[in-house]
């Protein structure tokens, strides 16, 4: 596997982000657009066309948002694990869950250094990224 960095950490699925995507919006457009130019005898099947395309767009939504928050919920609890098995403390409460996640990509050598960094100085996700040294790859989360 291609070692990981800031540059090419994050993971796209072409199937799902282009491909289903782009043909949900599409089947969206050309329902909207057969709704307008639809007879008065169409307008019905051209309406369903339109909530069948509109419910897709919503389901792509959730489809893509609920198991990145269950991933999120796993990642803050593996880290405050680590925190704790590295300094015997509760992970602090003032870090933000998307900066626990980018966390993630720290080494235990760098991590209670930079959780304190975070806390202090009020870091970004992409600035606590950005501040490790040695990346520490994950290759689980899409």
């Keep these: ?15 799902f982000h282009y491909v289903a995507m ?6 969206l457009g050309g329902s909207i657009n057969y709704f307008f130019r639809a007879t008065p005898e169409n307008k019905y099947l051209a309406s369903l066309l ?5 419910i897709l767009v919503v389901l792509w939504i959730y489809i893509r948002t609920f198991p ?6 796993a990642i803050r ?3 405050n694990l680590r925190y704790y098995v590295l300094t015997g403390k509760l992970f602090p409460s003032e870090l933000t869950v998307q900066q626990i996640i980018a966390l993630r990509f720290a080494p235990d050598s760098e991590f209670v250094a930079l959780v304190d ?11 606590i990224k ?13």
């Design 68 to 73: 990145l928050k269950a991933q999120d919920r």
């Design 130 to 142: 950005l501040a490790i040294q040695n990346w520490k790859a994950d290759f689980y989360r899409v």
């Design 22 to 27: 782009l043909s949900i919006l599409a089947l």
């Design 50 to 54: 339109c909530l069948v395309a509109f």
């Design 1 to 15: 596997m291609q070692e990981q960095n800031f540059k090419n950490h994050a993971k796209m699925v072409p199937g």
């Design 117 to 127: 960094r975070a806390i202090k100085e009020n870091l970004s996700n992409k600035e």
């Design 77 to 79: 609890a593996d880290e």
